[in-house]
């Protein structure tokens, strides 16, 4: 078991969600699991240990994501500045996480500058999956940092972020994975994505009152997406998905559909940005009312 091991409890009570949102102050170490049988025993074990751990329950608090760097480029409520990408600066349980590092280093630093987000402060550094607007914001950060946090990556493409970051200690995420106290990684998704194959992971933060979900693209699907959490947290409640669904070529149909089963998997909340896409905003946010904001940077949601 990676870090420390999460708590799950059965008995916990649910608690209905509010999220408040406020608008920003300006506007290798390679151990990859590439069978699929031993994926679903590595998770079948792993959730057996959060069912039997209390030992990191994480206390309800006012955590917070904030957007620093999002798509499409130009599209800004801010004199904040970005190329495209997606970067979100995470405050959880008196940590702070960097997920994703948008597509050019100097804006992402300037924008972190702009919002008062100390980049010093950052204990972590997690890239959901190597795509350039999610990573070329990745050597300018740890300058600012001093090479501090670690950085954590999908397995299959860790050996690639070694050497084009010499420097970064760089950790390999093979299958779910403790990064802080209450903060996991679920381990890379993988997928054929144009031509070629890509990795993905996303960031969970277990509370009390449920999980929060931070993803960087979704390509397999925000649907899959969601069962794999479950499928790995033992299927505990979702108070939130945050990020990009990848729904900009979607039928308003498939969208719909989407929509609906997010709402039977018990998803309480959504904050939807970069791919997700300006239709399926509108479809989202006419199914869930108001349980669903637009998280474009600048934007920050405590939860």
Not at 41 to 47: D, E, I, L, S, T
Not at 229 to 239: A, C, L, N, S, T
Not at 278 to 297: Q, Y
Request: proline share 4%; charged share 20%; with cysteine.
């Amino acid at each position: 078991m990676d870090q420390a091991e999460t708590p799950y409890d059965e008995t916990r009570i649910d608690i209905e969600i509010n999220i408040t949102w406020r608008y920003g102050k300006r506007g290798v170490r390679m151990s990859t699991m590439n069978s699929t049988l031993w994926h679903r025993v590595w998770c079948a074990v792993f959730a057996g240990l959060i069912v039997c751990s209390s030992a990191w329950a994480i206390n309800p608090s006012t955590d917070s994501i904030t957007a620093v760097y999002d798509h499409p480029q130009g599209k800004s409520k801010t004199e904040l500045s970005a190329k495209g990408g997606l970067s979100t600066f995470v405050k959880f349980n008196g940590n702070a996480i960097l997920f994703d590092t948008g597509g050019e280093a100097c804006p992402l630093v300037q924008n972190l500058e702009e919002l008062g987000l100390d980049a010093t402060l950052i204990d972590a550094i997690v890239l959901s999956h190597n795509h350039w607007n999610h990573v070329y914001g990745l050597p300018g950060v740890l300058s600012a940092t001093a090479m501090k946090p670690k950085v954590y990556v999908p397995a299959p493409a860790a050996e690639g972020f070694l050497q084009q970051n010499p420097r970064a200690d760089v950790v390999a995420v093979s299958k779910p994975t403790g990064i802080l106290p209450g903060a996991w990684l679920v381990g890379p998704m993988q997928l054929d994505f144009r031509g070629g194959k890509i990795a993905e992971q996303v960031l969970v933060l277990d509370r009390k009152d449920g999980l929060v979900v931070i993803v960087g693209c979704s390509h397999r699907g925000i649907v899959s997406v969601v069962e794999q959490v479950k499928e790995v947290f033992g299927h505990r409640k979702i108070k939130l998905v945050a990020g990009g669904f990848h729904l900009r070529a979607v039928s308003k149909k498939e969208i719909k559909e989407i929509s609906l089963r997010l709402q039977q998997m018990g998803v309480k909340s959504l904050a939807l940005s970069h791919c997700t896409g300006d239709p399926a905003l509108k479809i989202f946010r006419e199914e869930w009312g108001d349980r669903v904001v637009s998280l474009d940077f600048g934007d920050t949601i405590d939860f």
